[in-house]
Nanobody, 123 residues
Framework: QVQLVESGGGLVQAGGSLRLSCAAS????????MGWFRQAPGKEREFVAV????????EYAESVEGRFTISRDGAKNTVYLQMNSLKAEDTAVYYC????????????????WGQGTQVTVSS
């Protein structure tokens, strides 16, 4: 079992920045991919970014490419999402996930999920 706890959400003006953190505990010795999904009100949950266990490989949704950066600190078992140039359409609850399979992770079928953290961007 892996437990994930997100932090760092909040209210920011358009054009501003936020950094989300996701701390993993439990079975962190396994080689899990980790990443982020988000869900805006009235919309389906959508993929945002994923990072490999080694931290070398990353993938982003087109809507955040060039503005968001995902990274991980293996020693702290923590994944970060640096969000710059935020837009009103980035407003959503952001969920951290962990899974061993990239296909399951991208499809939203990850084994482990955090409780979510709210990001609100005012225009």
């Amino acid at each position: 079992q892996v437990q994930l706890v997100e932090s760092g959400g909040g209210l920011v003006q358009a054009g501003g920045s936020l950094r989300l953190s996701c701390a993993a505990s439990g079975r962190t010795s396994s080689r899990y991919l980790m990443g982020w999904f988000r869900q805006a009100p009235g919309k389906e949950r959508e993929f945002v970014a994923v990072i490999s266990w080694s931290g070398v490989g990353t993938e982003y949704a087109e809507s955040v490419e060039g503005r968001f950066t995902i990274s991980r600190d293996g020693a702290k078992n923590t994944v970060y999402l640096q969000m710059n140039s935020l837009k009103a359409e980035d407003t959503a609850v952001y969920y951290c996930f962990a899974d061993a399979s990239i296909s399951d992770a991208r499809a939203g079928r990850a084994d482990y999920w955090g409780q979510g953290t709210q990001v609100t961007v005012s225009s």
